[in-house]
């Protein structure tokens, strides 16, 4: 806790230290009002340094308006960071720093920083002092995106990387505070999700020229592989034939720097083996990989895997198997592979198949398919023990082709002439839930 003391008129706030010692700061010839806020303040940085907690914006604005007096006090005991007369840094140079001495990323990672660090200089500029860009300039920065029409999976990939730089600022004290903190976009949900059936998979690899786009296709929609990085990786060493433990070592460059998703074993699922036979069939001898080599150098860059290079002869292939092209097109094979898995068998084991997690899963990509839908209308209906009889004369049929249970007409104009041992029902509950409460069912877009 901070005190106030008054030595006849001049104001001095004691605190503790984390330390343990107890420790002034005169203010001078303050009313009482001001002694106390400050002893506030005071408090707050304390908190924070007890707690390891970063300085919050309003705390952080506060200490920039201090006299540098003032400051000095708090940072002498180290409440604050030592100001510095040193000439402001350049955000141009301070991005172009930190982008180039993260050694943890991916060169594609730095690619897409790149494109964040463009839309920075082009906005503020390229001499623009860090320490002048306030919390307003940031939600300019958004706005201005929004203005100019970039989609919100973009906007929001930018403001990550704003923030990353800002916070890194924070933590070299250059900044007091991150303006990007705060700033957020929201993104919906990918709409652009496509289920493959079986039968169009087929269609599909029958199209294809060679056997390489044949197990391309297969890996991608059976056997649940990114495409082209693990597709591409797959090396013949790396399946175990065996006819009832077959399995499949798939390395995975997307994940490789997280502990322990450099790779994971796949089945080698009944569907993908007569593919991976034929493969193997034809390939040349003395192949390492799966897929020709002149495809694994084409897509493999010096910022990593692309797919550009795959995209259009699949758009063909698919355009020649009577087909058209779907939103992100190998990425909703992989996404039908693992809709159909999770069907058949437990959510952990399809995850660890697949490389994702459930939560990732069910955001984007498990689907609705056509086929689960008829499996739950055909589901046979019951009433209480007994199954629901199914014969015509049971049923009446609704205007809409449905059916249900029959009410003689008579217990339903005149209840009286009723069979005592009926009960009699609303007419409004004849045609939808109890209560006479109609049920409207919505419309499904699959």
């Not at 990918?190 to 039968?199: A, D, Q, S, V, Y």
Request: aromatic residues 6%; hydrophobic residues 35%.
């Amino acid at each position: 806790m901070a005190s106030v003391s008054n030595d006849g008129g001049r104001r001095r706030v004691q605190f503790t230290h984390p330390d343990g010692r107890r420790l002034p700061i005169r203010l001078g010839k303050v009313c009482q009002r001001t002694a106390k806020a400050f002893a506030t303040r005071v408090e707050q940085l304390l908190a924070c340094m007890r707690l390891k907690q970063p300085i919050d914006a309003d705390l952080a604005s506060w200490i920039t308006e201090l006299e540098a007096k003032t400051a000095d006090k708090l940072a002498r005991y180290g409440l604050i960071p030592t100001r510095t007369n040193s000439e402001p840094t350049a955000l141009a140079a301070f991005m172009s720093r930190y982008v180039d001495g993260r050694h943890d990323v991916k060169p594609a990672t730095k690619e897409i920083w790149r494109q964040g660090q463009n839309g920075l200089i082009a906005f503020f500029g390229s001499e623009q002092p860090m320490d002048a860009v306030t919390e307003g300039d940031a939600e300019e920065y958004k706005q201005r995106m929004i203005q100019d029409g970039l989609a919100m999976a973009t906007i929001r990939k930018r403001l990550y990387f704003a923030g990353l730089v800002f916070r890194a600022a924070m933590k070299h004290r250059l900044i007091p505070a991150n303006p990007f903190a705060d700033v957020r976009v929201q993104v919906p949900p990918p709409g652009r999700k496509h289920f493959i059936t079986t039968e169009e998979t087929e269609r599909l690899i029958d199209a294809c020229p060679n056997e390489n786009w044949r197990a391309i296709i297969a890996l991608s929609r059976y056997g649940g592989m990114r495409c082209p990085s693990e597709v591409l990786s797959l090396k013949w060493s790396d399946i175990d034939w065996s006819p009832t433990h077959g399995v499949m070592q798939v390395h995975s460059p997307k994940t490789e720097h997280h502990a322990g998703k450099g790779s994971r074993i796949v089945p080698l699922f009944g569907l993908l083996r007569p593919h991976l036979e034929c493969a193997f069939e034809a390939a040349p001898e003395g192949s390492v990989y799966v897929i020709a080599e002149s495809f694994r150098k084409a897509a493999l860059g010096k910022s990593g895997w692309r797919n550009s290079n795959l995209r259009t002869p699949f758009a063909r292939i698919i355009k020649r198997a009577g087909m058209t092209p779907w939103p992100r097109l190998f990425h909703n094979l992989r996404s039908s592979r693992e809709t159909e898995l999770m069907a058949n068998h437990p959510p952990h084991d399809v995850c660890s198949w697949i490389g994702n997690s459930l939560a990732i899963a069910q955001r984007h990509y498990l689907q609705v398919t056509q086929a689960s839908i008829a499996q739950a209308v055909a589901e046979p209906a019951y009433i209480g023990d007994q199954k629901a009889a199914q014969n015509p004369a049971q049923h009446l049929r609704a205007p809409g082709g449905t059916e249900r249970n029959s009410v003689p007409v008579a217990s339903r104009q005149n209840p009286e002439n009723a069979d005592r041992s009926e009960p009699v029902r609303h007419p409004a509950a004849l045609q939808s839930g109890g209560h006479g409460i109609r049920t409207h069912t919505p419309s499904l877009d699959i």
